[in-house]
Nanobody
């Protein structure tokens, strides 16, 4: 059974940066594609980034060029570098095991709030 724990969210001003991380345990981390999804207030789940075992990457068009997904297999940790944040990026961010749009297990989420 996999356990995913996100951290590193917070309050940031527009134009700022954050780097949430996701610590994984309970499975061989390097064997799996991994993803980040978010849920904005009043909206459904939105897949924002994916990192495949092949190192191929996926980004939602709204974050492409601003967000970068990465992983450290030695630390069993997934990251999401978020730059030039906008108020529309305010959401709970979840990491998930599996590619984007899959039904894999997710963590409990970390809140990101972009506001002046």
């Amino acid at each position: 059974e996999v356990n995913l724990v996100e951290s590193g969210g917070g309050l940031v001003q527009p134009g700022g940066s954050l780097r949430p991380s996701c610590a994984a345990s309970g499975s061989i981390f390097s064997d799996y594609h991994m993803s980040w999804a978010r849920q904005r207030p009043g909206k459904g789940l939105e897949w924002v980034a994916g990192l495949y075992v092949s190192s191929a990457e996926y980004y939602h068009e709204s974050v492409r060029g601003r967000f970068t997904i990465s992983r450290d297999n030695a630390k069993n940790t997934l990251y999401l570098q978020m730059n030039n944040l906008k108020p529309g990026d305010t959401a709970v961010y979840y990491c998930a095991r599996g590619p984007p749009f899959s039904g894999g297990p997710r963590g409990q989420g970390t809140q990101v709030t972009v506001s002046s």
